[in-house]
């Protein structure tokens, strides 16, 4: 063949000017951020400044909570714990509720996604089920469980497997008529056509199940926390709620935030990892 | 040869949401050779690719089967690969490890070290070698199809199934794509089957192109031979005398698909009127001197005369497109070489025959054969001459034209040939080009010769081109040249209005035929939508003397063309029975045990004379005769085949009993 070869070249290739240059646009793209976040905090200062507002101003937030920002890793036993120990406990639940959920939500999505019937049978309760909210399911697995720890635990997977089995399902039927075709002029066996053909074409959908769960499990986990108590962000909001010290509030809403967007992102960060670049979208 | 691959009889109906059917194939009837490479046209949403997938085994079809060598297709199978239009190549994977997959699945039985070299080999063999590790997202469209190609070559498949395999690509690209896969499929004798838009790829590809009509219902509309020989260079297959005609021949039956789609949208009613069933008529011609009677009935109002009072003249591009039109219905009627209603009811060129009906003979005689201006001035005066310079370098194939195989041009041209002791198929070739196309493939060198009407030869005299050899009136004066054309079902459906149009007809042949009117049709023919070419070229002959373009004088040749006088008109039983002799000889249809039947259904002497009474001109029908041609071998139209038999240049003859009524079972 006489035609020239153009190959793209690699992307990670390291040019030290090229990534200055990277490094100055991405400071110039945290200008207009950091400009809203300061007219944010302006207004809100303004609007709390008379000695009678219900909430604290901004300056009197951090001013209240200097100890607990400088000092996240204190632990004076019981739930007298830094805010780094009350958001590790939190995320522990979900580490495990997650993995239970993504484990079981894949494996029964590709399942469902395989088979018609299966499909049939099982599609319209999943729809049902996605709907009902996070905390509907925790009175019904405080009397299963008859324990707090696992039932957070329980109400995270059952909260964080809807998307993940849909997506994943939908990943299945959506995998593209060619591959399939390929697949089936070739005549390939089953586990080959699992590992070459169905599963690497379903993993983009999973991810985006796997993206939407845990945004549901973090929010799933503050709102269970705060009912069942013990060591956790959520209990340490409402616990705050109770003894009128709003400040700690807001610095906790901050950082579950934080950690929310902190847990998208490393599942982004994983998917690009596992998908080829035409996967990506 | 025998059948490699069988599609028989194959439908494909698709249930509808709403509760209906739509049948998106209706009874395709294909074998493809071992070997061959049979590339499937038609427009968007034919079906081709439908076909394609059952071919696969991908989809099933509704009725009907696909049978490769001897076993029914039922499931897709590596020994049928596809080549899908977008590649279809995992893009997670490697270019090898794609090839690989399909290797290592398909060819079990091997070590992995034999696996390993094939799928290098034909890594090679696309000339990917530098981008084996990429995976597809790196790669271009038409690296990504050369790896598909690879792929589906890999696992050496009996069939190999293109579906549009280089639509989505660029010219240079597609160019060097296309002779890549040419030469794999020639070193490797693949038999392919192509799916594509693309006329001019359809035509450097492939040995057959299987032109598909439209769907609902779509079915085989033609099958067109593509006589290039292999292997084949892109420049020489475009020089090829014959490749503007076929692309011609393939454009024309797409658009007339076109056509026909928006001409589905508001159908055609038929306008009663008049007294008559149908007034309103698309007539078809082709531009030439002898079309006369058609032109002159419509300048000189005699369609109006007789009650046609919406008739339409369409000018076709090639006679093939007269024999469609008629067949299909798009025309009602039109002017056609002498043999062709003969030959449809025949079914030539292995088509499903169609009863015909020729009631009325609108010419004779009006045909020269010229030839290339080099042979004259190198010796070729007589066909003698010709006979001696073909013998003298026989490395040397002559090539020469006729415009449609059942038109008198390409029987007297092999007649004269043959008397000479030519053998038109084995010393010569003789190719069918449509008339208009005639100087210009002779300028370009592509043909040698030809036989055609006027103003063709006298175009070629006028340009230095070429020197007149024969005039037909030498050969067989007062032939049989151009008839009316009707099927046998519109006849019966309009009986009325067909004999409203012989007579309209008959009239404008008796008044052609007057010379104080030449003057004035030979003005009218000359105009930009009848013929479009030079007065002085359509005098040639019609009304001039006629120059041969040899250096001599140019001579007044009595009856030059001829339209009335001398019983012209009448359809000649015995001249059919002869024509039917000739496209026997030469291959072109079986010769029917059953001639006289089919003779004297063609040519329907009852509605001629009826409408000859009619208009009051009575004895102008002839008596059964025998023929004798410039050769004086005689023949008598009692014993065809006695005749047939007693040639000695001729094809195996085929004898075989026409149905003309086939039984509905």
Do not use: W
């Given at each position: 063949m006489t035609a020239p070869l153009d190959i793209r070249p690699s992307r990670s290739r390291l040019n030290l000017h090229r990534l200055g240059e990277q490094f100055l646009s991405w400071l110039k793209g945290l200008i207009p951020p950091a400009i809203a976040i300061l007219v944010f905090l302006v207004i809100w200062q303004l609007f709390t400044m008379s000695p009678d507002a219900n909430l604290p101003s901004p300056i009197r937030t951090v001013s209240e909570t200097w100890e607990l920002i400088v000092n996240p890793f204190f632990n004076y036993g019981g739930t007298d714990k830094g805010l780094f120990w009350q958001i590790l406990t939190s995320l522990q639940r979900v580490a495990l509720g997650f993995s239970l959920a993504a484990i079981v939500g894949v494996a029964l999505g590709i399942l469902v996604g395989t088979s018609r019937v299966m499909y049939q049978a099982l599609d319209p309760i999943f729809q049902v089920l996605r709907t009902v909210p996070p905390l509907a399911w925790l009175p019904i697995s405080l009397a299963a469980f008859q324990q707090a720890n696992p039932s957070a635990i329980f109400v995270i997977f059952i909260t964080a497997i809807w998307p993940i089995i849909i997506n994943t399902t939908e990943g299945v039927r959506q995998i593209p008529q060619d591959y399939n075709n390929v697949a089936r002029v070739l005549q390939l066996s089953k586990p080959k056509y699992f590992f070459k053909v169905l599963f690497p074409a379903t993993v983009p959908y999973i991810f985006t199940g796997l993206r939407i769960g845990i945004g549901l499990s973090w929010l799933a986990i503050v709102a269970a926390e705060m009912l069942i108590g013990g060591v956790g962000i959520g209990f340490f909001i409402w616990d705050a709620w109770n003894s009128s010290r709003i400040s700690d509030i807001i610095i906790a809403i901050v950082y579950v935030g934080l950690v929310g967007l902190l847990l998208d992102r490393l599942i982004v960060f994983a998917s690009n990892l596992v998908l080829s670049e035409e996967q990506q979208s | 040869m025998a059948v490699f691959v069988e599609v028989d009889h194959v439908d494909r109906v698709f249930p509808l949401a709403g509760g209906g059917e739509y049948i998106a194939l209706k009874n395709i009837d294909l074998q493809i050779h071992k070997g061959e490479f049979v590339s499937l046209v038609g427009h968007s949403g034919c079906g081709k690719s439908t076909l394609l997938n059952i071919m696969a085994g991908l989809d099933q079809p509704s009725a009907g089967g696909i049978v490769l060598e001897g076993r029914q297709v039922t499931e897709p199978g590596p020994d049928r690969m596809v080549v899908f239009q977008n590649y279809s190549l995992l893009p997670w994977l490697t270019v090898r490890q794609n090839i690989a997959l399909a290797v290592d699945e398909v060819m079990q039985k091997h070590p992995k070290a034999v696996r390993d070299r094939i799928v290098e080999h034909h890594i090679d063999l696309v000339g990917l070698k530098r981008a084996a590790d990429k995976r597809p997202g790196q790669l271009s469209g038409g690296m990504k199809q050369r790896v598909a190609i690879a792929r589906a070559l890999a696992i050496r498949p009996k069939l190999l199934l293109l579906d549009?395999?280089?639509?989505?690509?660029?010219a240079l690209t597609r160019g060097g794509l296309q002779e890549r896969l040419m030469q794999i499929c020639q070193e490797h004798e693949v038999t392919c089957v192509m799916v594509t838009h693309d006329v001019d790829e359809a035509l450097l590809l492939s040995d057959r192109i299987v032109l598909m009509t439209n769907g609902?219902?779509?079915?085989?509309?033609q099958i067109v031979d593509v006589p290039f020989s292999r292997p084949r260079e892109r420049m020489e297959v475009v020089k090829h005398p014959n490749y503007y005609s076929l692309r011609n021949e393939i454009v024309y039956f797409l658009n007339q698909q076109k056509r026909a789609k928006l001409h589905k949208a508001k159908p055609v009613v038929a306008v009663a009127a008049n007294g008559l069933e149908k007034v309103n008529l698309e007539l078809g011609f082709i531009p030439l001197v002898d079309c006369a009677p058609l032109i002159v009935a419509k300048e000189k109002g005699l369609f109006d005369a007789y009650g046609l009072s919406q008739v339409t003249l369409n000018r076709e591009p090639s006679w093939n497109a007269i024999a469609d039109g008629v067949t299909s219905g798009r025309l009602d009627a039109a002017i056609m070489v002498a043999g062709m209603p003969l030959g449809i009811t025949l079914g030539y060129g292995n088509q499903r025959p169609q009863p015909m009906v020729s009631a009325l003979t609108l010419s004779r005689n009006g045909n020269a054969i010229t030839f290339n201006r080099r042979l004259y001035d190198a010796g070729v005066r007589s066909l003698a001459d010709f006979k001696a310079a073909i013998d003298r370098r026989p490395d040397q194939v002559h090539t020469l034209a006729a415009v449609h195989p059942t038109s008198m041009h390409n029987l007297l041209l092999r007649y004269w040939l043959a008397s000479g002791g030519i053998d038109p198929d084995r010393d010569v070739s003789v190719t069918v080009i449509p008339p208009a196309q005639m100087v210009s493939n002779l300028k370009a060198g592509t043909i040698d010769g030809y036989c055609v009407g006027e103003p063709w030869n006298a175009r070629a005299v006028q340009e230095g081109l070429g020197v007149v050899m024969a005039i037909d009136n030498e050969i067989w004066p007062g032939h049989i040249e151009k008839v009316l054309g009707v099927t046998e079902a519109w006849a019966n459906q309009y009986p009325k209005t067909h004999i409203a149009l012989v007579k309209a007809l008959l009239e404008a042949c008796e008044y052609c035929d007057d010379r104080r009117n030449r003057e004035e049709i030979a003005e009218i023919l000359a105009r930009p939508e009848y013929i479009g070419a030079d007065e002085v070229l359509i005098r040639q002959g019609f009304l001039d003397p006629y120059d041969r373009g040899d250096g001599r004088e140019p001579t007044q040749v009595l009856n030059y063309v001829q339209f009335f006088t001398g019983k012209a008109n009448y359809p000649d039983v015995t001249e059919a029975v002869w024509m039917m002799t000739q496209m026997a000889r030469w291959g072109i249809t079986p010769f029917p045990r059953n001639w006289l039947e089919v003779a004297e259904r063609v040519k329907r002497a009852d509605i001629f004379g009826r409408a000859a009474r009619e208009l009051g001109l009575l004895d102008i029908g002839r008596d059964r005769h025998s023929i004798q041609l410039f050769d004086g071998i005689p023949f008598d139209p009692d014993h065809p085949l006695e005749y047939l038999n007693s040639?000695?240049?001729?094809?195996?003859l085929r004898v075989e009993e026409i149905v003309l009524d086939p039984l509905n079972v």
């Open positions: - | 549009e395999p280089f639509g989505a690509l660029d609902p219902e779509a079915h085989i509309g040639l000695s240049i001729k094809r195996d």
